[in-house]
């Protein structure tokens, strides 16, 4: 959206406290209004205070929260062509620069917009869905202890306003799905961005609107795998040794694994000398564990069996038919190895009943 920050007037901030919610929301629809009759001091002051977002005094993130609110209490008042700055500079912020109260007063706004208007409704899909990833600098604090916070804070608001949205307009999920699949990142994004937007849409897939469009979102994670899978030569993989496999098995006994109920996630990592240091196998690498992980879950929801289905689906159109893929049907196998008497004996069955119709002649 681009939009440049123009330097507007401070509001008197120790005026605002003073007012009750419904005055505040009635100062709102003021400013809101007066933009109408060509007085835009007011609605100026108004989109200034959506632009505060870093380093905060703690007036200031009182002033954001109560303004949030009130335009929450307001949104019948805005207008998408008469208040278009007030909607881009909303539709800008990131919930990742916020503390807990003011992304609870954001999400609130969001939510509001969307379920007020149907005009509204992608771009605040759009925006939730952007905040799926942090904001670049963020991405280096994932790896601390209060960016893990910040992360988890962020994405359980997220979600649950796409999960209130849904509730009140049943086409939502379906209008989330095109947005999500388009604003997916390509292989060349950084690393950590493609993961934990990934792991988002993982977790609409176990989630309610994963009954809609659960299936199409897990054929697209498993083609992105794909992607992945055949940028990566054989040529290097090949001067390895093969003795354990594609895999490196990281269990110190093998006799472990047997008696083992369950495959550890760290049985799969991609670990060949030759594709160390290699990007494309490392994002992949993370991918597939986050996926096995995924699969658990299922596993001990009892959803396992039918996402099968899914990835069975994905596994006869995509995988079998791509070029060179080495690595993306061990989400197949990972699955099977779960559940081997169902899920694997129905993979069994899929490939017996392709090895016949391959080898039955074609009728002349």
Not at 146 to 161: D, I, M
Not at 248 to 263: G, K, N, R, T, Y
């Amino acid at each position: 959206m681009g939009l440049e920050l123009p330097k507007y007037p401070e509001m008197e901030e120790d005026q605002v406290f003073n007012f009750t919610d419904s005055e505040i929301v009635s100062h709102v629809k003021q400013a809101l209004a007066s933009v109408l009759s060509g007085d835009n001091n007011s609605y100026n002051q108004l989109v200034g205070v959506m632009h505060h977002s870093k380093h905060l005094a703690p007036d200031e993130v009182a002033l954001l929260e109560t303004t949030l609110k009130a335009l929450a209490g307001a949104v019948s008042s805005i207008d998408i062509t008469h208040h278009d700055s007030l909607l881009s500079a909303i539709f800008c912020m990131s919930m990742w620069n916020y503390g807990p109260h003011v992304a609870d007063a954001l999400a609130e706004l969001i939510v509001s917009l969307a379920i007020s208007n149907g005009k509204y409704l992608d771009l605040c899909l759009g925006m939730l869905v952007s905040n799926f990833t942090p904001p670049p600098y963020f991405l280096d604090k994932l790896k601390m202890p209060h960016g893990l916070e910040r992360k988890g804070q962020v994405l359980s608001r997220v979600h649950a306003a796409f999960k209130k949205i849904a509730d009140y307009v049943p086409l939502a999920p379906l209008r989330l799905l095109t947005i999500v699949l388009q604003g997916m990142p390509t292989i060349y994004h950084k690393d950590r961005a493609i993961v934990i937007y990934v792991e988002n849409m993982l977790k609409l897939e176990s989630g309610e609107i994963g009954e809609l469009v659960g299936s199409t979102i897990l054929m697209a994670v498993v083609d992105r795998l794909i992607e992945l899978d055949v940028e990566i030569g054989w040529d290097a993989i090949l001067q390895d040794d093969f003795s354990k496999g594609i895999f490196e098995m990281e269990l110190e006994d093998v006799d472990d694994i047997e008696e083992s109920a369950e495959p550890d996630v760290g049985e799969f990592r991609l670990s060949r000398k030759s594709l160390a240091g290699n990007s494309i196998a490392e994002l992949l690498d993370n991918l597939l564990v986050l996926t096995f992980e995924h699969l658990e879950s299922c596993e001990r929801e009892g959803r396992l069996a039918k996402v099968f289905e899914t990835l069975l689906q994905s596994f006869q159109v995509t995988v079998l038919s791509a070029y060179k893929s080495k690595f993306a049907q061990f989400v197949m196998f990972y699955a099977c190895a779960l559940d081997p008497e169902n899920c694997g004996m129905r993979f069994a069955t899929m490939l017996a009943d392709l090895f016949v119709q391959d080898s039955q002649p074609q009728p002349t």
